[in-house]
Structure formats: C-alpha cells, structure tokens
C-alpha cells in the first residue's frame, strides 16, 4: 500500500468545506469515468456505505467504501472523516480532515493510502503520484463548486 496526502487552505468555513468535501456524488463527477451512487440512507454519517464505478461499460470496477469515522466540525474542533475501501480491486482507507486555519477559511488535508490488485509494490510511488493528482483536482473542485 502506498499513502499519498493533499493539503489546501481555502477561504471557506470549515462547515462548508466539509458538506462539500462530504458530498459523495459530487466526487464521481470529478473523476475521470466515475460514477458515485450512495447505498444507505442519509443523512451522511458513520455507516454512510457508497460505492465509486470507474470505467466505461463493462471494462471497469466497483470501488466500495463506508464511512466508519464522522466527527464533522464544530466551534473550534476539527471535523474528521475516515472511509474504509473494501472492494476486490481497491483497498485502503482516506482521511479527510477540515479545521479552522489561522487568519480565517480552512486547511483541509485529504490523506489516502491504497493498494491496486495486480499493480506490483513496485509501483506504489507512481501510485502515490497517480493519487495526488487525480484526488488533489478533485478537493480542488469540490472546494471551488458553488
């Protein structure tokens, strides 16, 4: 398994940061072929369980996740949320976490750690890499949608 970690400070409150950062359809649009479908019932919480498709067709794979830890913020806590992925292909875990920064808005720090079936431990750099990116324009993205 490889972990990779995307930091950004944004000028939104940490609750906002959070309900988009929390909002799991709003993911699939971001990433290239993925669909997001949510498979419990909200309000988004520990239990939350949500599945990511990515490929086209037939040619792709599920990506199940469930949300196992849901602290969101509040008067001057961080807000913590920890996915657990457990699907035949991926697996690992993701760590958002959303506090006040200094000077107003918020620092989010999104940090991941996979492993890819059939992707030697070789890889895992350009794995990581290959998360940072993909993952780091998608927090871009949910953070700048309105």
């Known amino acids: 398994m490889r972990a990779f970690r995307v930091e950004r400070t944004v000028p939104l409150a940490p609750k906002e940061a959070w309900r988009r950062l929390t909002d799991w ?6 990433v290239p ?8 019932p909200g309000p ?5 369980r949500f599945t990511a498709r990515t490929g086209i067709g037939r040619l792709g794979f599920d990506d199940p996740m ?3 830890r849901w602290e969101p913020p509040a ?13 035949r292909v991926v697996r690992g875990w993701a760590l958002i976490e959303v506090a006040e920064a200094p000077g107003g ?5 999104w940090t991941e750690e996979l492993a890819v079936r059939g992707v030697p431990r070789a890889l895992d ?3 990581a890499r290959a998360g940072r990116v993909v993952f780091g324009r998608a ?8």
């Open 66 to 68: 469930e949300v196992v």
């Open 139 to 146: 927090v871009d993205g949910l953070l700048r949608k309105g």
């Open 75 to 87: 008067a001057g806590r961080p807000g913590t949320c920890r996915l657990e992925k457990y699907g």
């Open 125 to 127: 750099p350009v794995l």
């Open 105 to 109: 808005g918020c620092r989010v720090v």
């Open 44 to 48: 988004n919480g520990a239990g939350t």
């Open 25 to 30: 359809p709003a993911h699939g649009r971001l």
């Open 33 to 40: 072929l993925t669909r997001t479908r949510v498979l419990t």
